[in-house]
Each structure stands twice: as C-alpha cells, then as structure tokens.
C-alpha cells in the first residue's frame, strides 16, 4: 500500500490525528495536527491551535553543516517529498543542503501527544558535522504563556501554556541553544559518508507541564519501527488503485486516510464509534469536558454524512463501519425510531432517521461478511422503516411520508431566493427525495430479508413499494422531466402567487380567487430579530366554497435573520383579507401562495431507488441530470439547476454547489441504469474539483463550485471526499473477499487495476484479469455479471 513519493503541492492531505483504529480518541479534548510550509520563521512545520485555546503552536526542524543553518523549505537543496501517509502519520524526504539527507517522520500517538524521527544521512564523501535544531512556537490567546526552556527532572524541554494545557516538546538528547526567534533544542553529531543518524522527539499537551513532559519523553522513547509496523498491519485492508491517472491514484490513497481520520470514539455516553465530518486541528476541543457542548460536525452524523464516508471506507475498516452503524441502531426508541443525528455525548436530532440505513447497513454486510451483523441490523431498521409509515410521519395516510421539520432532511428541501434557507413547515409537502429513500429502504429490507429467511417481511415491504410508485407520479412534471414537491392535500406543486402585502399591523384585502388551491405564506421582514408580539388572521373561502378563518398564532412564525415566515393550515382557493396583528409600524409584510416550483437536485433521487418508469427513466438521464443547462456541469452534478434564476448566487454557496454524496447517489443510479460511461464522466468532472482542492489546500472540503472547482465550506471535511466506491461501481469491480471477487458491466476505462488485500483485479474494455494473493489468476471476458473465485485446490474457477 502506497504512491510514489510526491512533492508538497501535489494533491495530499498533511493533517494527521488520532487513529481510532489504534486506541480510544478524546471526544472532549482530541489534539489534532497539520503540516504547513512556511510561517515566521519559515519552515515545514506541524501546526495546531488546540482547538483554538491558541492562536497557533508549531513545531519544526532547522539544519545545519558546519555552515548556515536553514529551516525554509523554499531554499532547501532538495525539496520535501511525501512518501507516505496514514491517518495518523506522515513522512517525508528532503535535502535541506546538498549533502545532507532527511527522512522526517511524525505520528500523532494520541489525542494529547505527538511523535516524530528525524533521520539525517551524511551523503558526502567525508566525515560532516550535522546539526539538528527542534524549534517551537506558541502564540497563546489570554492570558498563556510562549514557549521557553524549562528544566524538568533535570532534562531541557521547551514548555508553554494555553488554556488548561501546558504544551511541552522533548528532543531525546537534545540540549538547549540561544532561544533567538524561536526556542530551540539543539542536537549535533560528526557523520562518516553515507552514515545516518536518527533523532526521536516528542509533545504532549496536558493540564501539567510535568505530566505533559513525561508523556513527551515516553512517546519519544517507544520504538519507532515497532510502531510503525503496528500501524501498518492496522491499515493494510485499503484499496489500491492505478487508473493511468497519477492524481486519481492519490486521491483515492487520501480519500481513505481522510476517511479513517473522522473516526471517533468512544464517548462519554457511547462505547462506539461516530463520525466526525471536520476533524481539524481548530476543532476537537469541548470547554464543557464532555463533549455535550460541541457543534455542528462534531455532534453526531447526518445518515447522508454516514453513507458517503462508510461507503469509501467500508473496505479499509468493515468493522469499524458496522460499529458507526451501532451507534445508529442503539439510539432507536420504543416505538423503533431510529435518530437522525446520535452523538457520542448523548446529543440526540430528536428526529427519526431518514431512511438511508438499510441501504448502507447492506453495503457494509457485503463488505464485512457477518450474518450476526446482518440480523442485527434487519431487526433495528425493519421497526424503524415501520415508524415512518405511521400517522405522526405519513399525515394524511396517502402511503407517502412528509419531513417533520425544516432540519429533517439531510440536505436543503426549500430554497427562497439566493440561499436554502427557507425556515419552512415541511410537515405540509410531500418530497420525492423521501419518497426514494424509503422505495430503496424497502428495498434493502427486502435483501436483507430473503439473506436471512425472513419471510414475514417480504409482503409489507412489497405492498408498500407499490403504493409509494403510484403516488410518487403525482409529482411528475412532464414539460421539465423532473418530479416535484407537492402540497400535502391538493397534490399539486403549488406556487408562489402573490395574495396581500401590506406595512404594520392592521387589515388588508386580498386578491380574491387564486389560480390554484394553496396555503398561503406570510413573510414579515424581520430586519435580523423576531418580533415576538406578531400574530395573523386570513379570511377567505377553501375548496368546498365555504368561508374559513386561519388564525396564526406566533408560534407558527419561524424566524431566520431576514425574516420571518408561517404557513398556513387551511388551504385556500380564495381570499378575502389578511390581518396582522401586533406588528410595529414600518415593517413589511407579505402573504402569497406556497411556493414549492423551485427544483434541486434531490429531486432525482427517484432514479437512484429504481422506482421511475423506464420512459421517465430516459428523460430524466438525457433531459434533465445530464443536461448541461440543467444539472451536469464542468466540475460535477450541481444542486440547483443552472436555469434557475438565482443558480450564480446559489452555486457559490457550499448546500448548493457540488454535493459529493448526492452526486455519489446519482452515479450509482446511472450504473444501476445502464448509463456508466455517463458515470464514469460525472464521477470525472468532480474528481477534478477535488484533485485542485487537494493541490491548492492539501484538504477536502464541504462541497465544490460546480463551475469553476473551488472548495466550499469547511476545510478537511469528510462531506467533500472522493467517490472511491463509484470508481469501483463505474470499474465493474466488487471485492466480496479474498477469495471471491464479482465483476459486472464494460469497464469505461482504457485501463485500470485494483487491489485489495493481495488481490488484484486488471481490467480493459473488452478483457479482466484477477490474481490472487497466491499467484493463481483467471481471465474473463465480456460484460455478463460473474463471480471469480479462488478455489480451495489452488485452481480459479468463473461462474
């Protein structure tokens, strides 16, 4: 497992954290490290800010050889190389001045300390004198304290403070220099030619700089290769890709180390793993202690965050994939309501989980290979599929489910202009999003079922596929080839028709009869604080012809900065008049019809579960997601359409950019269809974007410019990863075990080769060949499904 050694501004990732494949990590108080070229002084440095307790801490090298010393990566006779990174580790080659080799190693050992080697290799023809100087720099915030030498048991360390940690950096025989810009420990050594010499240092942060130091010198002192062999062993189920395409085959090495890196775990509450979606050196840090304090990206994963990162990671680490699922399932309630968002601290959405589990828990069985894990989950998500079809979810008892707050779906449902922040009912909208992802949860249930004999389900499930097939075309809009949100009672995509508008409070008549029966909106220009008097009253007649009066009290504002907005409950097909009440003078008001025409790329997802008419099917791939004026743009599939009149306002903004696991939805819909060329382009364009990413920032990010590539959002933010899982998927190629590889479909692929745990699968257009990890290998030809199978007297069987 590995690349060939690439220069720093190739696409890697340089931030290393915790392995929670090797240990527990601190979800209170999780130390996390990036390396970073340059600064004041310059050098290649390992950064932190302790989850901002400080400004900055960095740690980094300088060299000397009997002449000028240098700590600049920018003058360094040779300059860095990576060579290797796992999620806890990193290392790098480097000749800072002709004659002077450099191997610089570093291992975050744990959520408080760090490791590094730094092997210096004289190769000159004649006896050098080599040295080292470790330097250090803390910028505290309040009232800490910079690095400076400090005595501890008769040892120099360089020791700061910073909030409630005293950082000390421990150099194995070092001894102190002038502190001069930076404090410094200070090694030297007299090397005959070709002669290496190997230095271990150490940091730790804790409460004490006493303890922070004897945790330094333990770290420094552990033997550097056992831990690295260690570290190996752990890491060696990833997948290796050569596709001719030297960044695609680094991508894919960092989307798995950046995978790995957002594990997290055990809590406060939870024996189990999470996911953490911005696992950075800015963040990790809780000032309440146990965790319950943290914010968005560290307070329990979205079930979308889940399948896009398990989904990549699922081959490196298939347990520690089931046991995110875990944390899952034992959040499930009596009534079997799985939560959207369990934290490791007991944090809780109080939502049910949207119905994207099944699907995941399937993929993680094909990878994990464990009936107990497959029942398991079966028993959890057959009772949680069973609380989505019950009155509090499905309203009106139409089959089809609505959201029960703006905040359940895992992705913006409404968008108002220039932004998906429309702080909107969706309790009274029937979404094809949800529709799709409870048709692929039955469907998975369905699997899942006939695996494990469990034939009771099988009837349900199927019932209740068909009934969410028929209803889902309600929706269908034939002139855009999309389908639409609906109203919950007219089942029609209501619009946003203007009714009454007025300033302040008082009575204002209304239009009269609508173009269409709707609820009705009220926005109130909120000027960035709610009004918290403000109350109104519509009059008008329904559809039966009867005169009606919906009365909005202020509970039913929501409010954002901008505004605020209620909806309606009657539905109206005419209206007389809309009074407001308790409004101050000079505030705007306006009452129009629901609007639900805005389109976004959710919308599709009915292609992805399987439950769209083949004609529709063909319209929706050709007119719609791979349209150019729709969705398919430079850098990947966009959120919003580009016909959309506010489509440059909304692409910059990271929920309506690229969203990779959208778009990692939608690949696997069109292998699924038959269309993987087109896959194969989708899957391209974003691999483009995020390749840049990696070049520009060494990180992923929340999601990408669908026009121009650039990062959106957060930095190291496991939402942004590359679509390994789709490269396989689009490739024809499944790794069932090491025994068993199944192979599907033409690849699009000139050429490219995978390999997983000794196995490696070779495939063309036209031609496949699988080896396995004891030399003995299988041709295949042609585009049929078929499994090989390393057989147990040594043959290879195809079938």
Request: glycine share 12%.
């Amino acid at each position: 497992m590995g690349f060939p050694p690439v220069p720093l501004d190739g696409p890697v990732v340089l931030r290393v954290a915790a392995d929670a494949l090797c240990g527990p990590i601190d979800y209170a108080n999780d130390q996390c490290w990036e390396l970073v070229a340059g600064g004041d002084p310059a050098g290649l440095a390992l950064t932190t800010s302790y989850g901002r307790r400080a400004a900055a801490m960095r740690i980094f090298a300088s060299f000397g050889m009997g002449g000028p010393v240098v700590s600049d990566p920018a003058v360094f006779a040779a300059p860095p190389l990576v060579e290797s990174v796992l999620p806890s580790a990193i290392s790098l080659r480097f000749a800072p001045l002709a004659g002077l080799e450099v191997r610089s190693e570093m291992r975050v050992v744990d959520s408080h300390s760090l490791a590094g080697r730094i092997t210096l290799t004289n190769a000159t023809d004649r006896f050098r004198p080599m040295r080292l100087g470790l330097h250090a720099t803390l910028l505290p915030t309040g009232d800490g304290q910079g690095i400076l030498p400090r005595t501890f048991s008769g040892a120099t360390a360089l020791a700061g403070r910073c909030g409630n940690l005293e950082p000390v950096v421990f150099l194995a025989g070092g001894a102190i220099e002038e502190p001069g810009l930076s404090a410094a420990l200070l090694a030297r050594v007299d090397l005959a030619p070709g002669a290496s010499r190997a230095f271990s240092w150490g940091e730790a942060a804790l409460a004490s700089g006493e303890d922070s130091f004897e945790r330094a010198r333990q770290v420094a002192g552990r033997s550097w290769d056992g831990e690295m062999a260690r570290l190996e062993r752990t890491h060696d189920r990833w997948v290796e890709v050569h596709c001719g395409d030297a960044d695609w085959d680094l991508v894919f090495h960092m989307t798995q180390q950046s995978a790995l890196a957002g594990l997290v775990g055990p809590g406060p509450v939870s024996e189990r793993l999470s996911l953490v979606t911005e696992r950075s050196p800015q963040r990790g840090f809780s000032p309440g202690g146990d965790g319950r304090d943290h914010s968005e990206g560290w307070n329990g994963p979205s079930v979308l965050e889940a399948y896009a990162v398990l989904s990549q990671l699922r081959w490196a680490a298939p347990q520690a994939a089931a046991d995110v699922l875990r944390s899952f399932w034992e959040s499930q309630g009596l009534g079997g309501e799985i939560d959207a968002r369990p934290g490791l601290a007991g944090q809780r959405a109080r939502l049910l989980c949207p119905p994207l589990l099944a699907p995941l828990t399937l993929k993680v069985y094909q990878s994990l290979q464990d009936r107990s894990f497959l029942e398991e989950g079966f028993r959890a998500l057959w009772l949680s599929s069973r609380a989505w079809t019950s009155p509090a979810h499905d309203r009106d008892g139409d089959g089809w489910p609505e959201w029960d707050h703006g905040a359940h779906p895992p992705w913006p449902v409404l968008w108002t202009a220039g932004g998906p922040d429309a702080p909107m009912d969706t309790t009274v909208v029937e979404d094809p999003a949800l529709a799709a992802l409870l048709y692929r949860e039955a469907d998975a249930l369905l699997a899942m079922a006939e695996r494990l004999g469990r034939v009771e389900a099988v009837q349900e499930l199927t019932s209740r596929q068909q009934q969410l097939r028929g209803v889902l075309q309600r929706g269908w809009d034939a002139a855009r080839r999309t389908f639409r949100r609906i109203e919950r009672e007219t089942h029609k995509t209501t619009q946003a028709h203007s009714v009454a508008s007025g300033r302040g409070a008082g009575l204002r008549k209304a239009r009269g009869r609508l173009p269409q029966a709707t609820r009705l909106t009220l926005r109130v220009a909120a000027e960035g604080t709610a009004i918290p008097g403000v109350h109104a009253r519509i009059r008008g007649r329904v559809e039966s012809g009867r005169v009606r009066v919906d009365a909005l009290g202020r509970e039913a504002f929501r409010w954002r900065p901008a505004e605020g907005v209620a909806i309606s409950e009657l539905v109206f097909a005419s209206v007389e008049s809309v009074e407001m009440i308790g409004l101050p003078e000079g505030v705007d008001w306006q009452a129009a019809g629901l609007g639900l025409e805005r389109e976004d790329l959710s919308l599709m997802l009915p292609l992805w579960a399987g439950m769209v008419e083949a004609d529709q099917a063909r319209a929706i791939v050709g007119e719609t997601l791979l349209a150019p004026a729709r969705y398919l743009r430079p850098y990947g599939l966009s959120s919003v359409p580009a016909d959309d009149p506010d489509y440059a306002v909304v692409a910059a903004d990271p929920r309506g950019g690229v969203n990779p696991a959208l778009n990692l939805m939608l690949g696997e819909a069109l292998v699924g269809l038959g269309y993987r060329r087109e896959a194969a382009d989708v899957l391209g364009r974003l691999m483009r974007a995020v390749a840049a990413g990696l070049r520009r920032e060494h990180a992923f990010f929340e999601a990408y410019h669908p026009d121009t590539g650039e990062g959106l959002g957060h930095r190291h933010d496991g939402r942004g990863l590359a679509l390994l899982s789709l490269f396989l998927e689009v490739l024809g190629v499944d790794f069932v075990s090491t025994d068993l590889v199944r192979l599907e479909g033409e690849s699009p692929f000139e050429h490219a080769v995978a390999r997983w745990r000794g196995v490696t699968v070779e495939r063309g257009p036209a031609q496949t060949r699988v080896e396995f990890s004891d030399a003995g290998s299988a041709v295949v030809e042609g585009a049929a499904p078929v499994f090989v199978e390393r057989t147990e007297d040594g043959g290879r069987g195809a079938g």
